[in-house]
């Protein structure tokens, strides 16, 4: 196959959000509080789990909608194919369509496996006498292990339903199907053929790149008007992608519902009277469907499900577990260990006896330990230093893949972070008991508001801001101010060297990456640079010294101040992913 290109030729439908992050309405708060969208999907079965309608109501609940089904085909299934299609008779598919609609309303429904000609128009039919605000169709012709799951004459029969529904997400060999052409090879082709469908039956139609070469990919919504947005999404090597499709589409009929949800809502409309979906709308739902599938087929390999010999599912609950581990109540364990793991009492006399050992080796700094408190400092933090280098965010950022939206919540909330973190400098400057001390630690303050600010007011001018700090910015900077204001000098200057530390050896990891076109360069140039590298050398010196000449007591709370900072730190990073993906 040809490679596909890197943005689609096109030119693409923006959503635009008030602030980065926030809901349709353009209320940040508006997920915590909004309906949820009852979402039904018509589909067939898989008793593996991975596909059909048991994917698609782990996709609508992972979605943040209410997941109900209609089994049009019983299908005997798992990983490595399709063994058996059982279909019950069409009086039972309208019964079970009667049972749901009788006494649930529907804001969304998802169309899979129909199957044959007369179990399409009875599912036109029905929706045809009972409206629903959203309808996607994920037109299944052929499983992703090469299995038949529509009928060859019932071709004819899927193409009228197309016009019917609003969004269908075909995929390249289905996509050509529908508009009775070779499969597309390159992208360029996929979206004619899709604009194409597009205009001739006034449906949106979703050219997913998986299918396709090339490093990106993503999707791409391509509208009626001929217009369309793409979602950018790196390429998995993954074996991990039975029931993608019934995933996207189950995901997507949901984030619709959402928006069109959150539209009624904002607009105070009465009940009964729906909002239209624009392409704005849609944009931001494909983006939303997307990255949720992107994260859930890279961690589907470690569902062990399956004997390898075929394509295992995805992890649709990845997300929410990420979200769960990451809004743990429990205090840091460093905060309460009082021994080390041979039973040594971590008293602070001596730098063995300053923090437990971490599980994961720190590996070597890039700037060194000033001297065996730091050293000390540097190997107990190995942990959470892996861990910020293992994060999403700090990955992306080092390839360049890092989306943009991300990347403007981080610097929105840096440029909060550094207006308190250089009030903290101030505050250690004034306390130090030497000149050289308390002129470093002042040149820092200054530089946190005046150069690196530069590159926040560059990236942010034209940027919605989020207009104040978010709840990690918030307790990381009062934890900072704290430790220099009501501790030990020693303390505070433990609880700053993370900022300094962590950051210059993040830049020093990713710099390798850097190059003159890298979307981030002058963020990696930055910290990854000698200049930035020298300060954090001169930093590492005064908490050697304030170390050695702190009690024991004193080094005790300021280990554990560091190590708070480090975690600090990796919260920080990893908080734009929590927020909008």
């Known amino acids: 196959m040809a490679e596909q290109p890197t943005a689609p030729s096109c030119a693409p439908t923006t959503p635009t959000n008030p602030v980065p992050g926030a809901s349709a309405s353009g209320n940040p708060r508006a997920s915590q509080t909004a309906r949820v969208p009852r979402v039904l999907s018509i589909a067939g079965t898989d008793p593996s789990g991975g596909a059909g309608i048991q994917a698609d109501l782990k996709s609508i609940t992972a979605s943040g909608g209410y997941g109900m089904c209609v089994t049009t085909s019983l299908v005997a299934q798992n990983t490595c194919g399709v063994r058996e299609v059982f279909t019950p008779p069409l009086e039972f598919l ?37 409206p629903v605000p959203v309808v996607v169709l994920d037109p299944v012709m052929i499983a992703s292990s090469g299995d038949r799951l529509l009928q060859a004459e019932a071709e004819q029969a899927l193409r009228d339903l197309v016009p019917l529904v609003d969004v269908i997400t075909p995929n390249i060999p289905e996509l050509a199907v529908l508009c009775q052409k070779e499969p597309a090879q390159t992208f360029d082709e996929a979206h004619e053929q899709a604009a194409n469908l597009a205009a001739a039956t006034g449906t949106t139609v979703i050219v997913k790149g998986g299918h396709l070469c090339g490093q990106d990919a993503g999707n791409t919504a391509v509208f009626p008007d001929g217009t369309c947005a793409h979602v950018r999404t790196p390429r998995l090597d993954s074996r991990n992608t039975h029931g993608t499709g019934c995933s996207l589409s189950s995901s997507l009929a949901t984030r619709l519902g959402v928006e069109l949800l959150q539209h009624t809502e904002a607009a105070g409309h009465a009940a009964g009277q729906q909002s239209v979906l624009t392409s704005e709308d849609t944009h931001r739902a494909l ?295």
């Open 287 to 581: 983006q939303w469907s997307t990255r949720w599938l992107h994260e859930s087929i890279a961690a589907g390999a470690g569902l062990q499900v399956g004997s390898g010999e075929g394509h295992g599912p995805v992890d649709h609950a990845a997300r929410a577990r990420r979200l769960e581990a990451a809004a743990s109540a429990y205090p840091w364990h460093h905060l309460l260990a009082t021994t080390d793991s041979e039973g040594n009492t971590l008293d602070g006399t001596s730098p063995e006896r300053l923090l437990p050992v971490s599980p994961v080796p720190a590996g070597e700094a890039v700037v060194k330990p000033a001297g065996p408190w730091t050293a000390a400092l540097w190997a107990a933090g190995g942990e959470t230093w892996h861990q910020i280098l293992d994060l999403p965010f700090v990955r992306a950022l080092g390839d360049g893949t890092l989306d943009e939206d991300l990347f403007a919540f981080y610097l929105d909330q840096d440029a909060l972070y550094l207006r308190d973190y250089s009030r903290a400098l101030a505050t250690l400057s004034a306390r130090a008991d030497t000149a050289e001390a308390q002129v470093h630690w002042a040149a820092g303050a200054h530089e946190a508001i005046a150069a690196e600010s530069q590159l926040h007011e560059g990236w942010l001018a034209n940027r919605a801001r989020l207009g104040g700090p978010s709840p990690i910015t918030m307790g990381y900077t009062n934890f900072l101010r704290a430790s220099a204001v009501g501790d030990d000098y020693v303390v505070g200057a433990a609880a700053i060297l993370p900022c300094y530390w962590l950051y210059e050896e993040v830049g020093a990891v990713l710099s390798s990456q850097n190059h003159a076109d890298h979307p981030y360069a002058e963020w990696l140039s930055m910290y990854g640079g000698e200049e930035f590298a020298a300060e954090v050398a001169r930093s590492l010196a005064e908490v050697e010294r304030a170390f050695e000449a702190a009690s024991p007591a004193q080094r005790v709370r300021a280990a554990q101040a560091y190590l708070s900072a480090c975690v600090y730190e990796r919260e920080f990073f990893d908080q734009a992913h929590r927020a909008l993906r």
């Open 94 to 130: 309208t019964a079970q369509l009667a049972a749901v609609f009788d006494d649930v309303t529907v804001d969304a429904v998802k169309i899979g496996m129909l199957g044959d000609a007369d179990t399409i128009r009875t599912v036109r039919t029905w929706l045809s006498e009972h």
